[in-house]
């Protein structure tokens, strides 16, 4: 009789140093092993993760450009199809500054969180990084907050996605008697939510095609835009003051409120788990993510407020891109406008509901919720339990059709995540437990992760008064069910 | 991995034996086919337990849930090939791709092939269906190991392409014939057939219906691997035998 099952028992002779190969003992199993042997391999991080623990091996299917995929096609949909309009409303041409602070933000969070990611590559992102790092309490405080942010990220984001299918109607010269933006949005939500419960396709490809497309539309139309803006050819358009008349303020606030559409990277973060060669991969995916959509952000909003005045781009509101369009290039810009619009908005709405179903059952598998909420339906191998906590309130969410109010609600959220991320980054940094191996280092570590954390709070206080009202009593709430049901809970250090 | 090579036989190593990769999804019931073991009781085995998950669903997420139960399987399946003479191993993969998995497992075992799991009766002759020389020798390695301490005819087949004569065919096939002998197969157990033939997969087909199981090579050479190339899923749906697919070398990385 053979036991073939035995962790590290298993062929040493094939170590050629593909991820999931056996031979190192850590690893995720239902017994926490000695955390000092598990990374003991410099290089092989995942191999210490994925190692076969007696329950089999993880593959990972995630290349860079998959990655990239993620990160991108999660972002991109928010800040140029639905911000631009409200944003310069608000800030005037100005609006490109708070989209250039949105991304220096991101930034300095995306770089200590490439680093905790290449320590702890595990499903969860930053969830799984401050509950290891800084332990039970402010892990259930982020990971139910994660939750919920995404859940009124992926309302934010299906929203806009109905505002744009809404925009078809209004093509096709078909009136709607009332504005379809929201029961749009409710039904797209429904439709996604049961897709990703039934639906067995693979649609990684699909979404790495959808990002590509996109990504190609935008170029032309954002070069097209930008030299005719800068005078190259058509009449060189008077650009109006640049800064609105409250002055910085109004910037910053506005900046507050288009964080959500930096969001993305982390989203990479929690797919950790299934990236391949995550040392070299998740940094790269995470930081070139942020950089795209952040060039992409800034050039739209410069050439939107070339096009019209900002109080005009205002009134057209979410679907503003698409005048913006229509007046560069008449009726066929505005449709490819609409047709990137959905796009976008449908792999932004898509992913963030995906991302909601894992940062459920990264909380369930630490029992910080019940188990039941992990359990995966074997006939469709998915997780019917978290997708439905996912897609219920994301649904009710989207029915409220406050697109400023979710999107600071979820970026509330979410920068309370990144700020405790870097200061997860400067305690392990301190402490130097033994499992804190990262194979990147964020270079200047301690000062970028101290910004980081400064900048992620900083930036919560210029918020409105309602976003900042409900995030609180989040935060207060997701405490307040660790303290009623998971106080035993030990996750410091655990894997 | 248990090494369950018989004590008393000093003359095999490990490496001798051809290493055969057995792909099983074992969480949607397929399980060890009916002779298996005995077809593959010379082989190193690596069988491989996968399960595939929609994207939607961390692959971590799975083997919390469905790790001990596939490995029981698994570890049942390979009970089975051990007691028949094979040395085991095992592997369980969580996957979004099989064929990443598959592929990246043929690499780090260096199986020269991957079975293709249908059940047989018994194992009495096997038809070994040779495209050219090119990586010939992995084809010859495979099945003298398999089967020259067995009692199981081989055919030789070669379909003829355009340019070549039955004599070239002939000489291909007698050169193999040579080499197998050299590597301990009994010559009286080895049959050639040349034929020309329109479509190979057809002519492989119904020639292995005859046979119990059938050896083939990868789709084609200049294709990207694909482990079940075309080909060779075409044989194994026709012939609904057991078909050993001999897998290229692998580049070095």
């Given at each position: 009789m053979?036991?073939?099952?035995?962790?590290?028992?298993?062929?040493?002779?094939?170590?050629?140093g593909?991820?999931?190969?056996?031979g190192?003992?850590?690893?995720s199993?239902?017994?926490?092993?000695?955390?000092?042997?598990?990374?003991?391999?410099p290089?092989?991080?995942?191999?210490a993760?994925d190692?076969?623990?007696g329950?089999?091996e993880?593959?990972?299917?995630?290349g860079l450009s998959?990655?990239l995929?993620?990160?991108i096609?999660?972002?991109?949909?928010a800040?140029?199809f639905?911000?631009?309009?409200?944003?310069?409303?608000?800030a005037?041409?100005?609006?490109s500054?708070?989209f250039?602070?949105?991304?220096?933000?991101?930034l300095?969070?995306a770089?200590?969180?490439?680093?905790?990611a290449?320590?702890?590559?595990r499903?969860?992102?930053?969830?799984?990084?401050?509950?290891?790092?800084l332990g039970?309490?402010?892990?259930?405080?982020?990971?139910?907050?994660?939750?919920?942010?995404l859940v009124?990220?992926?309302?934010?984001?299906?929203?806009?996605?109905?505002?744009?299918?809404?925009q078809?109607?209004?093509?096709?010269?078909?009136?709607l008697?009332?504005?379809?933006a929201?029961?749009?949005?409710?039904?797209?939500?429904?439709g996604?939510?049961a897709?990703?419960?039934?639906?067995?396709?693979?649609?990684?490809?699909l979404q790495n095609?959808?990002v590509?497309?996109?990504?190609?539309?935008l170029?032309?139309?954002l070069?097209?835009?930008?030299?005719?803006?800068?005078?190259?050819?058509?009449?060189?358009?008077l650009?109006?003051?640049?800064?609105?008349?409250g002055?910085?303020l109004?910037?910053?606030?506005?900046a507050?409120?288009?964080?959500t559409s930096?969001?993305?990277?982390?989203q990479?973060a929690?797919?950790?788990?299934?990236?391949?060669?995550?040392?070299?991969?998740?940094?790269l995916?995470?930081?070139?993510s942020?950089l795209?959509?952040?060039?992409?952000?800034?050039v739209?909003?410069?050439?939107?407020?070339s096009?019209?005045?900002s109080a005009r781009?205002?009134?057209?509101?979410?679907t503003?891109?698409?005048?913006?369009?229509?007046e560069?290039?008449?009726?066929?810009?505005?449709?490819?406008i609409?047709?990137?619009?959905?796009?976008a908005t449908?792999?932004?709405?898509?992913?963030?509901?995906?991302?909601?179903?894992?940062?459920?059952?990264?909380?369930?598998?630490?029992?910080?919720?019940?188990?039941?909420?992990?359990?995966?339906?074997?006939?469709?191998?998915?997780?019917?339990?978290?997708l439905?906590?996912?897609?219920?309130?994301?649904?009710?969410?989207?029915?409220?059709g406050?697109?400023?109010?979710?999107?600071?609600?979820?970026?509330?959220?979410?920068?309370?995540?990144?700020g405790?991320?870097?200061?997860?980054?400067?305690?392990?940094?301190r402490?130097?437990?033994d499992w804190?191996?990262p194979?990147?280092?964020?270079?200047?570590?301690?000062?970028v992760?101290?910004?980081?954390?400064l900048?992620?709070?900083?930036?919560?206080a210029?918020?409105?008064?309602?976003?900042?009202?409900?995030?609180i009593?989040?935060?207060?709430?997701?405490?307040?069910w660790?303290?009623?049901?998971?106080?035993?809970?030990?996750?410091?250090?655990?894997? | 991995m248990?090494?369950?090579?018989p004590?008393?036989?000093?003359?095999r190593t490990?490496?001798?034996?051809?290493?055969?990769?057995?792909?099983?999804?074992?969480?949607?019931?397929?399980?060890?086919?009916?002779g298996?073991?005995?077809l593959?009781?010379?082989?190193?085995?690596?069988?491989?337990?996968?399960h595939?998950?929609?994207?939607?669903?961390a692959a971590?997420?799975?083997r919390a849930?469905?790790?001990?139960?596939?490995?029981a399987?698994?570890?049942?399946?390979?009970?089975?090939?051990?007691n028949?003479?094979a040395?085991?191993?095992?592997r369980?993969?969580?996957?979004h791709?099989?064929r990443?998995?598959?592929?990246?497992l043929?690499?780090?075992h260096?199986?020269?092939?991957?079975l293709v799991?249908?059940?047989?009766?018994?194992?009495?002759?096997?038809?070994?269906?040779?495209?050219g020389?090119?990586?010939?020798?992995r084809?010859?390695?495979?099945v003298a190991?398999?089967?020259?301490?067995?009692?199981?005819?081989?055919?030789?087949?070669?379909?003829?392409?355009e340019s070549e004569?039955?004599?070239?065919?002939?000489?291909?096939?007698?050169?193999?014939r040579?080499?197998l002998v050299?590597r301990g197969?009994?010559?009286?157990?080895?049959?050639?057939?040349v034929?020309?033939?329109?479509?190979?997969?057809?002519?492989i087909?119904?020639?292995?219906?005859?046979?119990?199981?059938?050896?083939?090579?990868?789709?084609?050479?200049?294709?990207?691997?694909?482990?079940f190339?075309?080909p060779?899923?075409?044989?194994?749906e026709?012939?609904?035998?057991p078909?050993?697919?001999?897998q290229r070398?692998r580049?070095e990385?």
């Amino acid at each position: 009789m053979t036991a073939p099952n035995g962790p590290g028992g298993s062929s040493g002779s094939d170590a050629s140093g593909v991820d999931g190969n056996p031979g190192s003992t850590a690893g995720s199993g239902p017994v926490a092993p000695d955390p000092a042997s598990g990374v003991a391999v410099p290089d092989g991080l995942a191999d210490a993760v994925d190692a076969d623990t007696g329950e089999g091996e993880l593959e990972r299917t995630i290349g860079l450009s998959g990655g990239l995929a993620i990160g991108i096609g999660t972002m991109i949909g928010a800040g140029i199809f639905v911000f631009p309009g409200l944003a310069a409303e608000n800030a005037g041409p100005a609006a490109s500054l708070s989209f250039a602070i949105g991304a220096v933000v991101a930034l300095l969070v995306a770089l200590p969180t490439s680093e905790l990611a290449t320590a702890m590559p595990r499903s969860g992102g930053g969830y799984f990084f401050i509950s290891r790092g800084l332990g039970t309490a402010p892990g259930a405080v982020v990971g139910l907050g994660l939750w919920l942010g995404l859940v009124f990220a992926s309302a934010f984001y299906l929203v806009g996605l109905g505002s744009y299918a809404g925009q078809v109607f209004l093509e096709a010269g078909i009136a709607l008697p009332v504005d379809p933006a929201v029961p749009l949005g409710v039904a797209f939500g429904v439709g996604l939510t049961a897709l990703s419960l039934f639906g067995t396709e693979n649609t990684a490809s699909l979404q790495n095609g959808i990002v590509a497309v996109l990504l190609v539309i935008l170029t032309l139309f954002l070069s097209y835009g930008g030299l005719d803006a800068l005078g190259v050819f058509g009449s060189e358009r008077l650009p109006e003051r640049f800064f609105p008349p409250g002055g910085l303020l109004p910037v910053l606030q506005t900046a507050a409120l288009v964080f959500t559409s930096y969001l993305g990277f982390a989203q990479v973060a929690t797919v950790a788990g299934d990236i391949k060669d995550p040392s070299r991969n998740l940094p790269l995916a995470m930081v070139a993510s942020v950089l795209v959509v952040g060039v992409f952000y800034v050039v739209t909003v410069f050439v939107a407020t070339s096009a019209f005045g900002s109080a005009r781009l205002g009134e057209f509101g979410e679907t503003a891109m698409v005048e913006v369009a229509r007046e560069f290039m008449g009726f066929p810009g505005a449709l490819a406008i609409v047709v990137a619009g959905l796009l976008a908005t449908f792999s932004s709405a898509n992913a963030s509901i995906l991302s909601t179903s894992r940062a459920v059952y990264a909380v369930s598998r630490d029992d910080l919720i019940p188990a039941a909420a992990s359990r995966i339906n074997l006939q469709y191998g998915t997780p019917h339990v978290a997708l439905g906590l996912a897609g219920g309130p994301i649904v009710v969410l989207a029915a409220t059709g406050q697109v400023e109010l979710l999107a600071e609600v979820a970026s509330f959220l979410h920068l309370v995540m990144y700020g405790l991320i870097c200061v997860a980054l400067i305690r392990l940094r301190r402490e130097q437990p033994d499992w804190y191996v990262p194979s990147f280092r964020c270079p200047a570590g301690f000062a970028v992760a101290g910004c980081g954390a400064l900048a992620s709070f900083a930036l919560i206080a210029f918020m409105q008064p309602a976003s900042i009202g409900i995030g609180i009593a989040v935060m207060i709430a997701a405490y307040g069910w660790y303290r009623h049901y998971a106080t035993d809970v030990e996750l410091k250090g655990r894997f | 991995m248990t090494d369950t090579t018989p004590p008393d036989d000093t003359t095999r190593t490990e490496t001798d034996r051809p290493a055969v990769l057995v792909p099983l999804a074992v969480l949607e019931g397929q399980s060890l086919p009916t002779g298996t073991p005995d077809l593959l009781a010379n082989a190193r085995v690596v069988l491989l337990g996968y399960h595939v998950i929609p994207e939607q669903t961390a692959a971590e997420q799975a083997r919390a849930q469905f790790g001990e139960t596939a490995m029981a399987k698994l570890e049942a399946f390979a009970g089975a090939l051990a007691n028949a003479g094979a040395t085991v191993e095992t592997r369980l993969v969580f996957t979004h791709d099989e064929r990443t998995t598959i592929d990246r497992l043929i690499y780090e075992h260096e199986c020269l092939a991957v079975l293709v799991p249908n059940g047989i009766e018994r194992v009495e002759s096997v038809l070994v269906a040779l495209r050219g020389t090119v990586g010939v020798g992995r084809n010859t390695c495979l099945v003298a190991g398999l089967f020259a301490e067995s009692d199981v005819d081989v055919t030789l087949y070669h379909a003829l392409n355009e340019s070549e004569t039955i004599a070239d065919g002939e000489s291909f096939l007698n050169g193999v014939r040579a080499d197998l002998v050299e590597r301990g197969m009994d010559p009286e157990r080895i049959e050639v057939v040349v034929e020309e033939a329109e479509a190979a997969v057809d002519a492989i087909a119904r020639h292995g219906e005859s046979h119990d199981a059938v050896v083939m090579g990868e789709t084609d050479p200049s294709v990207t691997t694909f482990v079940f190339g075309m080909p060779s899923e075409q044989v194994a749906e026709r012939f609904l035998g057991p078909v050993l697919v001999v897998q290229r070398e692998r580049p070095e990385e």
